[in-house]
T-cell receptor, first 111, second 115 residues
């Protein structure tokens, strides 16, 4: 079956680094997405990994290991505005390529 | 680029009425649009996949006669919640995908409250 697991909640301190993990089990592999969602708002696109390794975009980086079915989102120099849910999602391929989402990780950044 | 809008952003209606939500891709043509609903502190649940010019594909457990989807053009899809009940109160979010692109871009969401 299709399944995505990520921690439900995390807490980190302003200015610190936090790593949000995601493990996935899908039939076939079509990449892995990370989205950020603030409360009451729609998700915004952060990253899309299709190859193994680390991709860096400013303060945010995303890592993928296809052999391990594992990804993580790394947030550096945390700011209060980074408090949000972070959603890991995998496209299922095929004609529609619909996404399956994890439950999301609610990150609370504390002063 | 890749901006998706939704209208209305917030709607309150009486039980038994119908509500239409519009989803538009503003700067690209969306061959496929998706409709999700999200309950508080829960992740997104896919309701249906909408392809321009064809019938929507509904996920298991989603009533197609209650949630009517129309994808009339490459930039517009609508979701109509018919005969709404309080349990339909939720955050409804659409997303759009351009051509063969894998990335979905999300609209700002519509908060529906049924009294």
């Amino acid at each position: 079956g299709q399944n995505i697991d990520q921690p439900t909640e995390m807490t980190a301190t302003e200015g610190a680094i936090v790593q949000i993990n995601c493990t996935y089990q899908t039939s076939g592999f079509n990449g892995l997405f990370w989205y950020q969602q603030h409360a009451g708002e729609a998700p915004t696109f952060l990253s899309y990994n299709v190859l193994d390794g680390l991709e860096e975009k400013g303060r945010f980086s995303s890592f993928l290991s296809r052999s391990k079915g594992y990804s993580y989102l790394l947030l550096k120099e945390l700011q209060m505005k980074d408090s949000a849910s972070y959603l890991c999602a995998a496209p299922l391929g095929g004609a529609t390529n619909k996404l399956i989402f994890g439950t999301g990780t609610l990150l609370a950044v504390q002063p | 680029g890749a901006v998706v809008s939704q209208h209305p952003s917030r709607v309150i209606c009486k039980s038994g009425t119908s509500v239409k939500i519009e989803c538009r891709s503003l700067d690209f043509q969306a061959t496929t649009m998706f409709w999700y609903r999200q309950f508080p502190k829960k992740s997104l649940m896919l309701m249906a996949t909408s392809n321009e010019g064809s019938k929507a594909t509904y996920e298991q457990g989603v009533e197609k006669d209650k949630f009517l989807i129309n994808h009339a053009s490459l930039t517009l899809s609508t979701l109509t919640v018919t005969s709404a009940h309080p349990e339909d109160s939720s955050f409804y979010i659409c997303s759009a995908r351009a051509g063969s692109s894998d990335t979905q871009y999300f609209g700002p969401g519509t908060r529906l409250t049924v009294l």
